[in-house]
């Protein structure tokens, strides 16, 4: 197995040889330069529950304009449109009860001092507010939807003058007179004579 990988052994020796000889040329090389590493602060309580709290504002404002939206179908008698919007409101509805119930668990792990607890409470509310994000994006194409609905149509023909009409009473005759249909003579049968 290890020959198929390498050809031989005496390859895959070299390549290792290889591989620390790079190793110790990169740290006899002299001072390496620094490179400085920046990490994303993590967001302080106050600051995550004014986000939680700005992400439960935005889903009951989603959920009110989709109610709203749900209505006008509904008016319109628009029935495809309010279908779509309102499997979407109740996705929105879903996701903003989470929303409430996160909110919550995350003062509760603030006041509590609980910072494991506080982070995981965050980390869910941000990926609930990405789906909110993307339900508002989806019911904003229910929008869209009845202009892929074919309507009342109408049909409108136009038939250019120098058409040549279909009508047998104007046809002009050829100049060749159709081909002269002869009828065959009847089949006369014969009956066999039987002899007296």
């Not at 607890?117 to 909110?132: A, D, G, I, M, P």
């Amino acid at each position: 197995m290890r020959t198929r990988w390498f050809g031989n052994s005496s390859a895959a020796a070299a390549f290792v040889a290889g591989l620390s000889m790079a190793g110790t040329a990169f740290t006899q090389a002299g001072p390496q330069p620094e490179v400085a590493v920046t990490a994303k602060a993590e967001p302080t309580s106050e600051q995550q529950v004014s986000q939680a709290d700005a992400i439960q504002r935005r889903g009951a404002a989603l959920a009110d304009r989709l109610a709203k939206m749900l209505d006008e179908a509904r008016t319109e008698k628009d029935i495809m449109r309010a279908n779509c919007v309102n499997r979407k409101l109740t996705e929105v509805n879903a996701n903003v009860r989470n929303v409430d119930q996160r909110t919550r668990a995350l003062k509760d792990a603030s006041s509590g001092g609980d910072v494991n607890r506080r982070n995981h409470e965050f980390t869910v509310l941000t990926v609930l507010s990405q789906k909110l994000d993307m339900l508002q994006r989806e019911a904003s194409q229910c929008l869209g939807q009845s202009l892929f609905e074919p309507g009342a149509s109408q049909v409108i023909t136009t038939v250019p003058a120098d058409n040549p009409t279909l009508d047998p009473t104007t046809l002009v005759p050829q100049n060749t007179p159709p081909p002269a249909f002869t009828v065959p003579p009847p089949v006369q049968t014969f009956s066999p004579t039987t002899p007296n």
